[in-house]
């Protein structure tokens, strides 16, 4: 994401902030041995998923929208 035109400037007040305390941005080699990791795909849906999380207003399902999925993980004996 580090990589993408634009989008540091769509980030939260929030996520900056993150950002900046995490230190500093990676190096393009850094950034390509990440992309390199297995669950990297899933780490930079995870960052969107958190980002779009922040927006003020947007619409939220109930719980009962979740149940199932939060169920769905329960292990049981």
Not at 15 to 28: D, M, V, W, Y
Request: charged residues 20%; hydrophobic residues 35%.
């Amino acid at each position: 994401m580090a990589t993408e035109q634009g989008y540091g400037d769509a980030l939260s007040v929030a996520s900056i902030a993150s950002l900046e305390n995490q230190g500093p941005p990676l190096t393009p080699a850094e950034s390509h041995a990440f992309l390199d990791h297995p669950f990297a795909d899933d780490a930079l849906a995870l960052r969107r998923w958190d980002e779009d999380a922040k927006t003020p207003g947007a619409p939220t399902p109930s719980l009962e929208h979740f149940r199932p999925h939060l169920e769905s993980c329960l292990i049981s004996d």
